[in-house]
């Protein structure tokens, strides 16, 4: 199966940063699309950033100049950077990958969060962000 984790997740104070991981086992990020997700308190899951397999990127416009999203290939491990953090940023934290290939691997070993209703092929368990003021 495929197991997308999470890691890197905390409390800091308004203005700090955090990196958050996610490295994936069973199957190579190279073969896929990769999106950060949150889900903050009340509010509905929404694309944070994502990464493509060319190298594009996407961020949210609450977090543009302020997150950056990154890749490394040798690690199968996608990275979310946020620095300037506000307390707006607290939540859940989930990566989630979209295959691009033809080539046919394992389940997802967690379920996709049920607010998270993107058409993504793996999700990770999510890891939690909590900016204090």
């Known amino acids: 199966e495929v197991r997308l984790e999470e890691s890197g997740g905390g409390s800091v104070q308004a203005g700090g940063s955090i990196r958050l991981s996610c490295t994936a086992s069973?199957?190579?990020?190279?073969?896929?699309?990769v999106g950060w997700y949150r889900q903050a308190p009340g509010n509905e899951c929404e694309t944070v950033s994502t990464?493509?397999?060319?190298?594009?990127?996407y961020y949210t416009d609450s977090v543009k100049g302020r997150f950056t999203i990154s890749q490394d290939n040798a690690k199968n491990t996608v990275y979310l950077q946020m620095n300037s953090l506000k307390p707006e940023d607290t939540g859940e934290y989930y990566c989630?990958?979209?295959?691009?290939?033809?080539?046919?691997?394992?389940?997802?070993?967690?379920?996709?969060?049920?607010?998270?209703?993107?058409?993504?092929?793996?999700w990770g368990k999510g890891t939690l962000v909590t900016i204090s003021s």
């Open positions: 990464i493509s397999r060319d190298g594009s990127t």
């Open positions: 069973g199957f190579p990020f190279t073969e896929s699309d």
């Open positions: 989630a990958a979209d295959l691009r290939s033809p080539r046919t691997y394992g389940g997802s070993w967690y379920t996709p969060p049920p607010a998270c209703r993107y058409p993504m092929d793996y």
